[in-house]
C-alpha cells in the first residue's frame, strides 16, 4: 500500500531556507494552508521575516513575520513547513516468488540483497543470497527505490525514511 502523504513540521528558518535554495523539498503555508513565498529574513525592526502571502486568490500581499514564523498578532497566520514523505506502509508486505528484497537476520544486522524463494512448510520466509544459500529472515522489505539507500546498513526503514524527509 503506498502512502503519499503530507507531514506538517514546526516552522524552522534554516528548513525554510533550505526549501527556499532548493536543497530540500517541501512548502512553505500558514496555518490555513495558504502559500508563502519567504522574499527577506533580515528586515530591521520588529519582525525579520519577510513573506508574500498567496490569498487563493493569485495575489501575494506582503507580510511580516517574527523568526519563529509566528504572526505578531494572528496565530491562524503563523508560518509551518509542509514536507511530502516517502513513506510506504510495508508493515504487511509479503513478497512475491522470486522477488528482489532487502532481509536481514535482526536489528543490529545490515540489510542485504536477496530474491524471495517461497515460505517453508512452517511458515518461514526463505530468501536466496548471492552466495547462492537459501536463508530464512524474519525482517524483509521489497527492493525499490524507497529502500535502496538501506542496503548494507542497520537503520531501519522507518528511520532512514525519516532522515529523508
Same mark, same amino acid.
Given at each position: ?44 525592526? +520588529? =519582525?525579520?521575516?519577510?513573506?508574500? @502571502?498567496?490569498? $487563493?486568490? %493569485? /495575489?501575494? *500581499? ?43 537476520? +535482526? =536489528?543490529?544486522?545490515?540489510?542485504? @540483497?536477496?530474491? $524471495?524463494? %517461497? /515460505?517453508? *512448510? ?44
Amino acid at each position: 500500500m503506498r502512502k503519499n502523504l503530507t507531514k506538517i513540521i514546526p516552522f524552522d528558518l534554516k528548513k525554510a531556507k533550505r526549501i527556499m535554495n532548493g536543497e530540500m523539498k517541501g512548502r512553505i503555508t500558514d496555518s490555513q494552508g495558504r502559500k508563502i513565498r519567504i522574499v527577506a529574513t533580515d528586515v530591521v525592526g +520588529g =519582525q525579520p521575516i519577510l513573506a508574500l @502571502v498567496d490569498y $487563493f486568490d %493569485g /495575489k501575494e *500581499t506582503p507580510q511580516l513575520y517574527n523568526i519563529d514564523g509566528t504572526h505578531p498578532s494572528d496565530r491562524g497566520k503563523d508560518l509551518r513547513i509542509v514536507v511530502r514523505t516517502r513513506y510506504k506502509d510495508y508493515s504487511d508486505f509479503t513478497p512475491s516468488l522470486f522477488q528482489s528484497c532487502l532481509a536481514r537476520e +535482526g =536489528q543490529s544486522d545490515i540489510w542485504k @540483497v536477496c530474491v $524471495f524463494l %517461497g /515460505k517453508t *512448510t512452517y511458515g518461514s520466509m526463505m530468501f536466496l543470497m548471492s552466495d547462492n544459500e537459501e536463508y530464512e529472515f524474519p525482517e524483509f522489505l521489497p527492493l525499490s527505490k524507497d529502500t535502496y539507500g538501506l542496503i548494507d546498513s542497520t537503520a531501519s526503514y522507518k528511520d532512514y525514511i525519516n532522515e529523508l524527509i
